[in-house]
């Protein structure tokens, strides 16, 4: 048996902006974690790139890193391609990990595929469970396809690391340990402003803002609702549940909401406590992205609608009727609660 | 000038169904298509051309039927189709698959340099979005995916201004050209095809390319032998039991919103329906 720390390295990319770090990459250490308690003296690694993100190296360690690659350069602030890749893909070549992870964010799947090209390895896109093959010893990265109709474990025998990148939300947060120690290397890749092709020359925010992958109550709609005056009253419904508004792809489309809201394949996977779908069909491409919600309540005025396969609650009824009902009754529940503690 | 798309022709996935004993993907009856955002991407090369002069070649690896979806193509304004197709190139993941298109277009760059690579964001039938980042990384070219649109284009300063889709908003990105962009929907919206694009269309023979002629691909590095993933197991997501279904038809509004809601707080999936701030200044008010 081989000694702790000696084993195989798990790698995660730690994805940050602006010095703070995106949550996937913390879900990711604790997949790692496990990954590596299943092999033989196996190593959870992180690599951490920017301009100043020193405060994200203990928290690395408090989320299971044994040690972290950090490079901290100004060059680096924003994230772009070329750097990035060329940086991470050095460090892979020096310390040869096992298996390397990174979250399938925008920025994760430009930079995953980047570097399996450049370490010419196998990269599994978007998987939804990892687990080590008990007699292969290697990853098996099962991942949706053919729109979610179809799952498929896929492997990567020969060339090394093993790579995949998994949605956000995917994987349950590990538990944060304050405290936890680990080895910080501090890596110094020599990239030079005067090689990059590309220059970030401004950046606008998302409208709204709406932060839905990590919201715990998200009440989504769908064609059904009517438009974009029916969301205004979802946006109600949303409010009064402590909630923020979901949407199927039409609807985006269609212009009635912005795109950051959108759920399911092509837009973000979500794990709330609640979530109410209210004149969405249930397309097997929404589906994927909400299907791990720990209750789904669907509002459907077709009983067949394939939702309601998946909903843990259904109402077969008009959405126009139902919506405001809905607020009527919560609001009507707040103001009693709010009676009641005067009292 | 001279732009390149990559295309490829995948199953329409909104119309794939599974064969629940089998596993296996039922493919009769289910159209092939342009994968969507690839439309996208043949659509902003032509617009370029209008406005620029030049080229447009689109190139695909697939199965000999790949080739009507060049045609389609040529009747959206390409002026050239290329279909790579061979018996040996099968089984390819993305990595065997960037080394054959990053062939091709480094042989077609030798013969009339390209200025832009086009490659849709992802491909619907595997959503990998590797294909187009892994090609850019084998030519050494400035890769831009998410791409949402171009702000500016000049041939000529051989500069681009590109809008692309990050996660929390959308960056503007300067390039230098040739530079590889996978596009978003929202890059070019598709005008109807002008008829003497049909008519050329219709007679339109996309050119073969085999795996030994007119390139010699590496045989190491395509197919099977190439690809470094392999599917060791598929299988069709066990389905839910289904939830009790409410209906209002039967039981009225009042009550069926009522249960609704007291099983959503039994479930204990929110803290409770009871004060919940729906204005600031009520969250205020409850300290
Ligand atoms: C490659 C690909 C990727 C895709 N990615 C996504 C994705 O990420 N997210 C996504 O959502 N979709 C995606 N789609 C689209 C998906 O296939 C469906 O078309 C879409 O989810 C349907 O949206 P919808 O449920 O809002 O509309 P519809 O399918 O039109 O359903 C509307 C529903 O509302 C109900 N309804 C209508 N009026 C009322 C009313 N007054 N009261 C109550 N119910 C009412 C109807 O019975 C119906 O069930 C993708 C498709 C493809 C091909
Ligand atoms: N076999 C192929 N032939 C030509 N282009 C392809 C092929 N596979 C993928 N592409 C291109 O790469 C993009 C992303 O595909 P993917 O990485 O498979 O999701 C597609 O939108 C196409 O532009």
Redesign the pocket.
């Given at each position: 048996m081989a000694e702790p720390g000696a084993g195989p390295k798990i790698w995660v990319f730690v994805e940050q902006d602006g010095g703070r770090a995106h949550p996937v990459s913390w879900e990711l250490l604790g997949a790692a974690t496990g990954l590596a308690e299943q092999l033989a003296g196996g190593v959870v690694e992180a690599v951490l790139l920017g301009h100043a993100v020193q405060a994200i190296v203990p928290e690395a360690f408090a989320y299971g890193a044994d040690r972290v690659y950090c490079s901290d350069d100004p060059l680096l602030a924003h994230y772009r391609n070329l750097p990035y890749a060329i940086g991470v893909s050095q460090l892979v070549q020096a310390h040869q990990p096992e298996i390397f992870l990174v979250g399938a964010t925008h920025l994760g799947r430009d930079l995953a595929s980047s570097i399996a090209t450049r370490v010419r390895t196998g990269l599994t896109a978007d998987c939804t469970e990892l687990s080590i093959d008990p007699q292969l010893k290697i990853l098996a990265a099962t991942r949706p396809t053919f729109?979610g109709n179809l799952m498929a474990t896929i492997l990567c025998r020969q060339r090394r690391p093993q790579m995949a990148t998994v949605r956000p939300r995917v994987l349950p947060l590990p538990e944060r340990q304050p405290g936890r120690v680990g080895e910080l290397v501090r890596a110094e890749l020599g990239l030079r402003e005067a090689d990059m092709p590309v220059r970030l020359l401004g950046f606008e925010p998302a409208a709204g803002g709406a932060d839905i992958e990590y919201a715990d109550v998200i009440v989504a709609?769908?064609?059904?609702?009517?438009g974009p005056e029916g969301f205004a009253r979802l946006a109600e419904l949303a409010e009064a549940l402590g909630g923020v508004v979901g949407?199927?792809?039409?609807?985006?489309d269609a212009g009635w909401i912005g795109y950051e809201h959108?759920?399911?394949?092509?837009?973000k996977t979500v794990r709330p406590k609640l979530y109410l779908a209210?004149?969405?069909?249930?397309?097997?491409?929404?589906r994927?992205?909400m299907s791990g919600a720990d209750f789904i309540l669907a509002?459907?005025?077709?009983p067949e609608?394939?939702?309601f396969q998946v909903a843990d609650l259904g109402i077969v009824?008009?959405?126009?009727?139902?919506v405001p009902e809905l607020i009527r009754q919560l609001r009507a529940r707040t103001a009693g609660a709010q009676g009641g503690s005067h009292a | 000038m001279h732009t390149i798309v990559a295309i490829k022709q995948v199953p329409?996935?909104?119309n794939v169904r599974i064969n629940p004993e089998t596993g296996t993907l039922i493919r009769e009856g289910v159209p092939a298509i342009i994968n969507?955002y690839d439309v996208h991407a043949v659509e902003l090369a032509v617009r370029l051309k209008e406005r620029f002069g030049g080229r447009v070649t689109a190139i695909t690896m697939g199965p000999a039927a790949a080739a009507e979806a060049l045609v389609e193509c040529v009747e959206q304004g390409v002026d050239r189709g290329i279909l790579i197709s061979d018996r040996k190139f099968a089984a390819a993941d993305t990595l065997a698959t960037s080394y054959v298109l990053g062939s091709a277009i480094e042989a077609l760059n030798a013969e009339d340099p390209v200025d832009l690579l086009l490659f849709g964001l992802q491909a619907?039938d595997g959503?990998t979005a590797q294909v187009g980042p892994g090609v850019a990384t084998r030519l050494g070219l400035p890769l831009i995916s998410y791409a949402l649109g171009l702000e500016s284009f000049d041939p000529v300063a051989r500069r681009a201004v590109v809008r692309r889709k990050a996660e929390r908003g959308v960056e503007r990105l300067e390039t230098r050209l040739p530079a590889l962009l996978t596009v978003e929907k929202e890059v070019a919206e598709v005008a109807r095809a002008p008829l003497p694009n049909l008519i050329r269309a219709a007679r339109y023979q996309p050119e073969l390319w085999t795996a030994e002629a007119p390139l010699r691909f590496d045989p190491d590095h395509i197919g099977i032998k190439g690809s470094p993933t392999i599917v060791g197991r598929a299988y069709t997501p066990p389905p839910k039991t289904p939830g009790e279904r409410l209906r209002v038809a039967e039981q009225g509004l009042a009550e069926t919103v009522s249960q609704a809601l007291a099983a959503i707080l039994s479930a204990g999936v929110v803290e409770s329906l009871g004060p919940v701030p729906v204005t600031p200044q009520q969250e205020v008010s409850h300290g």
């Open positions: 729109g709609g769908g064609r059904g609702v009517g949407a199927s792809r039409p609807v985006v959108q759920v399911g394949q092509t837009g209210a004149g969405i069909s249930g397309a097997v491409q929404h994927v992205g509002i459907n005025r077709d609608a394939p939702i009824g008009d959405v126009a009727e139902v | 329409d996935t909104s969507p619907i959503d």
